[in-house]
């Protein structure tokens, strides 16, 4: 799956903008700043790939990326932001409470979280709305090389933990490091194993 060539396809706005369901695809959600464009290049191994999602103008739209032929990524916006106008957050949960409901390729949702904070409260909203569309998620840990063994296992134990509350939780976790390589070849036969 991760042979071919990965390129961005486009940013969605509305459900009518979303290409057609047909093949594998994956989507990817984590608060602003916890590494999910680089998480995105490191899995692609393209660089630069994902700051398109980055840039003014696309933070609030849902970015479908190719991963050859058979598979699509899908970034989702980083949530914890409060500077968006109100219409504008409220149009976007719309457009992500579609997307998650009624989208029947989407295999799995990846919500990343950083080794070192753990989940906290503004993540506690997605996993909840990813139980209620009964959407299967599996976390990431991001910036894995950024805390000390003591320091990750107390994180770990944190968010086993709180998903454990989450009915639609895969238990696995993985701990990845974007920067040093760590765990993107686990991530990427997590990927192929749902193919
Ligand atoms: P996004 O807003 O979730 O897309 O986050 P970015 O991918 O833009 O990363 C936010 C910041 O964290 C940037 O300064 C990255 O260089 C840094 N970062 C991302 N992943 C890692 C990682 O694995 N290790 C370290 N040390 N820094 C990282």
């Known amino acids: 799956l991760f042979a071919g060539q990965s390129e961005f396809l486009k940013g969605v ?30 899995l692609t191994g393209t660089r630069g790939l994902a700051r398109a999602s980055n840039t003014p103008g696309r933070t609030q739209e849902i970015n479908f990326f190719t991963q050859g032929p058979d598979l699509y990524l899908v970034d989702l ?24 409901s009624g989208r029947p390729s989407l295999r799995r949702a990846f919500v990343l979280i950083d080794a070192r904070h753990g989940v906290k409260p503004v993540d506690e909203e997605i996993l909840s709305l990813l139980d209620r569309s009964a959407v299967t998620f599996q976390c990431v840990l991001t910036k894995a090389d950024k805390v000390k063994e003591k320091e990750r296992d107390r994180v770990l134990a944190q968010v086993r933990a709180a998903l454990a509350r989450h009915p639609a939780a895969y238990p696995e976790m993985v701990l990845t490091s974007s920067e040093k390589g760590d765990g993107i070849a686990t991530l990427r036969s997590i990927i192929a194993g749902l193919a």
Do not use: H, T
């Open 13 to 42: 706005v509305a459900m009518s903008g979303l290409p057609p369901a047909d093949r594998l695809e994956i989507c990817f959600a984590g608060r602003s700043n916890v590494g999910k464009s680089s998480l995105i290049n490191a």
């Open 77 to 100: 916006p980083g949530y914890g932001f409060a500077n968006a106008p109100l219409p504008v957050v409220e149009k976007w949960q719309r457009l992500l409470k579609q997307y998650l």
